[in-house]
């Protein structure tokens, strides 16, 4: 679901180095279809042209406050009406001063006076600007206000000290945005989401997996995350971003995700079981490399059943909700029902992962989902967050209906 979709964004750009990626962040939000405008002030028109801007923005750049009205309207009023999202970035130390002291002397601070929406600042500055009493009592008073702050990054800064005052990242700044205008319907509500493969050790070189890459569960959490959930992330050896989550749990094998998902249990409403954990494990593990036999010489390893996380939880599941996954290769609906009923899923979610625009790898994926009261539900090709978000809206239903 695109959240920015026909949102309007208002970006007060201040003068500071890290105006560049603020081009990034627009056109970003152009790609989503939101509807920004953008204010500079004089210094912010000294770093980057306002004709960069009003070509990425496709939209007129404002910088005068004393300039002929149009209808007669007071521009700065007309502005500060405008955004559905306000946000000033960079913010200049200089100017989150202004605004903390209610000084409106040019078109942003005039606007930002007159506005009702609580702002969101992004600060950019060099270390000792941002670490100075006033900067910091200024931040301090705009959070007190009801302000919102995507904080700095510490990192090399562009005078070349490396320390805290980095601008947010174009990405981190367009996610912040994407959560403020999602609805908070998981607050309060704790979800543990398992992801990705495990592994098991064969020898001290070598060991099995198998194809799961996390991106499912992943986009789980996050979306979650971004709902008002407390969001608990027990991931195998993955190589994706990690999402912003309440805590990351990171394990190896089987036995270790479940005993992370028996540690929580007790304090969780919902478990969803993304993960794809190993059925089997080697009865032995080599404590030395296991040696390459003659060219005609068979090597043959014997495995055991690992612990089975689902089957054992379920049996003391309560009134919690669990949602498993049934990624499967041939007649996927008997299965996710057979695995459903085992295993005392609320519901699964079953794909097939012989298609190569589903399962293992890709961002989007084809799923059905099947409840415990005999409904299939299938749903067209998606990106993986959209079928996150109707996986958590199922959840959220069923957490209101317990
Ligand atoms: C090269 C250069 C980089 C600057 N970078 C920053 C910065 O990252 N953050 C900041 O607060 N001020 C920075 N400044 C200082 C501001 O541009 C200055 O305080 C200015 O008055 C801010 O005006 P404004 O807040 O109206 O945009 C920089 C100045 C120069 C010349």
Redesign the pocket.
Known sequence: MNKLKGKNILIGV?????IYKVLDLISRLIKAEANVKVIM????M??VTPLTFETISKNEVYNEIFKNTINHKVEHIELSKFPDAFLIA??????MA?IANGIAD?L?TSVALATQKKIIFAP???TN?LNNYHTQENMKKLKELGHYFVESDYGLL?CGDIGS?RMAEPLQLLEYLNDYFTEKDLLGKKLTITAGPTEQKLDPVRYMTNRSTGKMGYAIAKEAKSRGAYVRLISGPTAIEVPIVDEFIRIETTEDMYNAVEKVFDDTDCLIKSAAPLDYKPVNVSDIKIKKGSSDSNLVLEFERTIDIAETIGSKKGNKIMVGFAAETNDVINYAKDKMIRKNFDFVVANDVSQSDAGFGVDTNRVSIVDNGGNVEELPLMTKNEVANKILDRVEQLLKAR
């Open positions: 201040t003068g500071g180095i890290a002030t004089d210094a912010a000294k770093f960079p913010a200049t130390g200089n100017t202004k040019n942003l950019a500055m060099n600007m562009a005052g």
